[in-house]
């Protein structure tokens, strides 16, 4: 190494020692150099976490949602960090049948985990958040499972649910075919009803209809609900769910008929190629006719079509389960991508020195803080409304079992809404958190490209977001044109107040006036409600409703997406007139709320504007409030991350790290990539030597 090079690795040096005065000895491997190792154990980030204005501890039980649910999570993170068989750090490096193999050997140590400390489906659920790894114990769980308990009859549960919640059998969820996903109605694959025999004759007539991407399915389900069209005497009933057997229980090879296997390698190293996603054609394979769920409609022997009272639309309860989930997992997934951003943005400095003192940390830029801390009150904000759809889905759980299905209409368009919501801006907030951690942000050591690339596609997989947007919309529509008659109820209530909201303006007129829920509340109400009603005006204007529909989606997309914004502001609004103990708590989660919303508002001004509810003013004097409260956020904000609670080892994150020791620890990390083994790099000899060696003849370079 020359002498540029050393003086230059002196100075980087000499720069972290200013930032962390505490480093002492570290060595740089292999250039030959005596250099200082920093101290284990040195909080870095100590001072940031004195300028809490809040009870941290009160915090994290807020964030929680219950002194229980925070001791409960916190029990399975520690289980999780501890244990050396949930490493997870050589991932992205792993060649995919190692990575597969690796994911099998840890869901059997989480299976005996769950089977050896008894625990709960809690807690269980919580184990498989911090093992961080997406298989095929997900989709058993999160589909297989609720797809029968949903869409079964009370034979069919007493039969599967036991061999399934036992693992005795391994379920995945094979819906999406290779040439239809979104409409559903359009599957291809066909159960045809065999009167002689008492059987279903499950089909793959076309290559498009074989199934394409059902998680789990790949390598390790032994059976999966099938959906199907239903043709019974000659004659189309509608898709359905069918449990077919794939495999053999004992030496795991296809059954005869069924060709299965994986769909190939998908974005990212590591990330969501744990999973097994798979293909799977039937060539005539029969099935007994009670392996039909029949808890919508039944087949009965001879061959008759029987409908239960039950909603043809049950069929889809499954995705409004799991979209409830993944609403909750957008809160897990964006939080975590904030809390290795700040972290880092508090470490990190950048210009500003004077006199050789420190530089800036760059969380101290404006332009920093406001990219960085929406994305953090977004954190919190789908936190809460993940909260309270939890909430509305088991009361619907509750009244469906009950036979009560007058609140599966707004339960479809509130899951389908908010999941669409929550992913997209989580999936742009991971993005934006990479950003946000300059060069070293690109580093998988940093975490982020893993993440990006598992959670990117929570956007497509649980219907693709705008085709759920456009589901709302529908949804939208139609209690619009039903105002006249019917009273709008639940998250469309607002509605109800439709003349009020198209005529009031917007009465702030201090940027102190923006902090005001009601304020805030029902500027979100009028642009939603002005929205959706210009759309119906619009609409009315065509002679066939669908047609106009089809024109309009792309206004109608948008209209939706105000109304699922005025959702999680009012449900973050209702979350604080709760009580909620702790010093400094609610008054910093206020703070927040209104980061959120003034940023959308900000964001989407217009909207407001275009509306006219809002006059170009108001809007000007919601960015200054926004401005003060990123101020606000400032002092709070590494604390605010650290109520996450997360282990280092969830959050896979050298910039993320609690101590925020980051830069020796990258150093560190450099040395172990299997590259830096030798110092010749493999293939030297071969293409590089020859280059260096060789004699130019022609070339005139
Ligand atoms: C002990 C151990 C524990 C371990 C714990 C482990 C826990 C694991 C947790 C869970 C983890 C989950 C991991 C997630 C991994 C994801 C894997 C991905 C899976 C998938 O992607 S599955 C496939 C998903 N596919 C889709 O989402 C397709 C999208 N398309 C559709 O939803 C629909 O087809 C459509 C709605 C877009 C179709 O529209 P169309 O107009 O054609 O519809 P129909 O004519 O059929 O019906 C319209 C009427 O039906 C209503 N509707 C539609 N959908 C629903 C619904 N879901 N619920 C209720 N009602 C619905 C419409 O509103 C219409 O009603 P109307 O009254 O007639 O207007
Ligand atoms: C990682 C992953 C895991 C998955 N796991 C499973 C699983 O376990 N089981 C399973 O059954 N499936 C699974 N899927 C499939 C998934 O559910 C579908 O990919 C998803 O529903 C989208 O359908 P599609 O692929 O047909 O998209 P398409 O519908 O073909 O979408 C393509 C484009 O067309 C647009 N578009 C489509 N329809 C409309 C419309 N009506 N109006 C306007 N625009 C439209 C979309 O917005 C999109 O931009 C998984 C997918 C992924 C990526």
Same mark, same amino acid.
């Not at 943005?345 to 406001?370: C, H, L, M």
């Not at 309009?552 to 709760?578: G, N, P, R, T, Y």
């Given at each position: ?33 005596? !250099? ?10 100590? +001072? ?80 498989? !958040? ?7 114990? +997900? ?39 290779? &040439?239809? &996903?979104?409409?559903? /109605? ?38 999966? @609900? ?18 077919? /057997?794939? =495999? *053999?229980?004992?030496?795991? *090879? ?24 798979? @293909? !799977? ?8 006719? #009670?392996?039909?769920?029949?808890? @919508? ?50 470490? =990190?400095? /950048? ?12 969380? #101290? ?62 999936? +742009? ?6 950003? !946000? ?43 619009? *044109? ?165 282990? +280092? ?29 030798? #110092? @010749? ?21």
């Amino acid at each position: 190494m020359g002498l540029s090079g050393i003086s230059l690795l002196t100075t980087t040096y000499s720069l972290i020692l200013q930032h962390q005065s505490l480093l002492l000895c570290l060595r740089a491997k292999g250039f030959g150099l005596d !250099l200082k190792k920093d101290m284990e154990g040195v909080d870095y980030l100590s +001072d940031e976490r004195k300028k809490a204005q809040f009870d941290v501890e009160a915090m994290k039980i807020a964030w929680a949602g219950s002194l229980e649910a925070f001791q409960l999570s916190d029990r399975m993170a520690k289980l999780v960090a501890n244990d050396p068989a949930f490493e997870k750090f050589t991932r992205p490096m792993l060649g995919r049948k190692e990575l597969i193999k690796n994911t099998l050997r840890k869901a059997a140590h989480g299976w005996k985990l769950i089977v050896d400390l008894r625990l709960t489906e809690e807690e269980a659920k919580w184990l498989r !958040l911090y093992i961080d790894e997406p298989a095929y114990t +997900d989709l058993h769980w999160g589909m297989f499972i609720p797809a029968i308990e949903g869409q079964g009859t009370e034979e069919q549960k007493k039969k599967w649910l036991p061999l399934a919640k036992k693992m005795q059998i391994i379920g995945c969820y094979a819906q999406t075919e290779l &040439g239809h &996903g979104s409409n559903v /109605q359009g599957l291809e694959t066909t159960a045809t009803f065999d009167p002689q025999t008492d059987e279903f004759i499950m089909h793959s007539p076309t290559l498009t209809s074989s199934k394409w991407w059902p998680g789990g399915l790949g390598k390790a389900s032994t059976h999966a @609900v099938v959906y199907a069209r239903l043709i019974v005497g000659g004659e189309f009933h509608g898709v359905h769910g069918f449990i077919v /057997q794939l =495999r *053999s229980l004992d030496d795991h *090879s296809p059954l005869p008929g069924v060709t299965v296997g994986d769909i190939g390698m998908k974005f990212g190293n590591g990330a969501y190629n744990t999973m097994d996603n798979g @293909v !799977l054609r039937f060539d005539h394979v029969r099935i007994p006719r #009670d392996q039909m769920l029949m808890r @919508v409609s039944q087949v009965t022997r001879e061959g008759k079509i029987m409908q239960s009272d039950v909603p043809r639309q049950l069929i889809y309860g499954t995705m409004v389960y799991v979209r409830q989930t993944i609403v909750a997992d957008a809160s897990k997934a964006l939080s975590r991508a904030v809390c290795i951003a700040t972290r880092y943005s508090a470490i =990190r400095r /950048q210009f500003g020195s004077r006199n050789g003192g420190p530089e800036t940390q760059v969380i #101290d830029y404006k332009t920093q803080q406001s990219r960085l801390f929406p994305l953090l009150a977004s954190a919190y904000a789908f936190r809460f409304v993940g909260e309270w759809l939890k909430w509305l889905y088991t009361d619907v759980k509750e009244r469906l079992a009950a036979n009560d299905f007058s609140t599966l209409p707004e339960a479809h368009a509130c899951t389908a809404g908010l999941k669409s919501l929550t992913t997209s801006f989580t999936a +742009d907030g991971i993005e934006e958190c990479r950003k !946000l951690c300059g060069g070293h942000g690109y580093l998988v050591s940093s975490g982020l490209p893993e993440l990006f690339a598992v959670y990117i596609p929570a956007c497509t997989y649980e219907g693709d977001n705008v085709v759920l947007l456009l589901q709302v919309a529908r949804f939208l529509v139609k209690t619009v *044109s039903e105002l006249g008659y019917k009273k709008p109820v639940g998250t469309t209530a607002y509605m109800g107040r439709v003349a009020s909201l198209m005529q009031n303006n917007c009465a702030v007129q201090t940027a102190e006036g923006w902090l005001n829920p009601g304020a805030v509340v029902e500027a979100f109400e009028s642009r939603a409600a002005r929205m959706a009603v210009r759309c119906g005006q619009q609409l009315a204007k065509y002679e066939n409703p669908e047609e106009g529909f089809a024109e309009l989606s792309a206004d109608l997309v948008e209209a939706s997406i105000a109304h699922c914004q005025l959702i999680v502001v009012s449900k973050f609004i209702e979350k604080l007139q709760q009580d909620i103990p702790g010093k400094g708590v609610k008054q910093t989660l206020e703070v927040l709320c209104y980061v959120y919303a003034l940023f959308l508002l900000h964001k989407h001004q217009g909207d407001f504007l275009a509306t006219g509810y809002l006059t170009p003013k108001q809007a000007s004097l919601a960015n200054d409030q926004l401005r003060t409260l990123y101020s606000k956020v400032r002092p709070n904000a590494i604390t605010l991350v650290d109520s996450f609670n997360y282990t +280092d080892h969830y959050l896979g994150s050298i910039l993320g790290r609690y101590d925020g020791n980051v830069y020796p620890k990258l150093y560190e990390a450099a040395w172990k990539d299997p590259l830096n083994d030798s #110092d @010749v790099v493999d293939g030297f000899y071969e293409y590089v030597q020859p280059i260096l060696k060789q004699k130019l003849r022609t070339a005139k370079l």
